[in-house]
């Protein structure tokens, strides 16, 4: 079992920056694929950024804004994301694959308005 736990969310100015964090914690021997969702008021939610090893990936409206970032020693995922733009806001989720099996946190909100 893996529980996730996010913090960082919030209200911010278009332009401004947000970093969101999320740790993991629970009885488990290693995650694979760690990540970030998005959901915004009356949509699906929706991959942001999912980092795999070394390698990440990230939504085509994140790209060169949102930058994923992984520390396996703390078991934690941060998210960076500079450029923000009111169309981001949404409740972000993040998002763990561990044999088999995929857990999500339960969502910290980041508003994006002037």
């Known amino acids: 079992q893996v529980q996730l736990v996010e913090s960082g969310g919030g209200l911010v100015q278009p332009g401004g920056s947000l970093r969101l964090s999320c740790a993991a914690s629970?009885?488990?021997?290693?995650?694979?694929?760690r990540g970030w969702y998005r959901q915004a008021p009356g949509k699906e939610r929706e991959l942001v950024a999912l980092i795999i090893g070394g390698g990440a990936n990230y939504a085509d409206p994140v790209k060169g804004r949102f930058t994923i970032s992984r520390d396996d020693a703390k078991n934690t995922v941060d998210l960076q994301m500079n450029s923000l733009k009111p169309e981001d806001t949404a409740v972000y989720y993040c998002?763990?694959?561990?044999?088999?099996?995929?857990?999500w946190g339960r969502g910290t909100q980041v508003t994006v308005s002037s």
């Open positions: 998002y763990a694959f561990s044999f088999g099996r995929s857990y």
């Open positions: 629970g009885s488990f021997s290693s995650i694979g694929a």
